[in-house]
């Protein structure tokens, strides 16, 4: 009785981890292939706050965005 409570609790521990891992990962691709902001919504942002962005720093922007996900 023990014995399968037990191995009911493990197989619930083993799903969830692999259920977060597999999620992560498709998430991860998904957020490669669709990214949340590009460079004409940073140029658009910079704009509205009143100065013309160069592409330079447009590129620097996404570059630091890119490092972080």
Known sequence: MWGD???VVI???IGLIIGFIV???MMKKYMK???PINE???E???SSMGRKPSQK???QV???MNRYM
Do not use: E, F, H, S
């Open 40 to 42: 004409k919504m940073i």
């Open 57 to 59: 720093q447009v590129r």
């Open 44 to 46: 658009a942002m910079m």
């Open 5 to 7: 409570i037990l191995l």
């Open 62 to 64: 996404m570059n630091q």
């Open 33 to 35: 292939k669709n990214p």
């Open 11 to 13: 197989g619930l521990i």
């Open 23 to 25: 999620a992560r990962t």
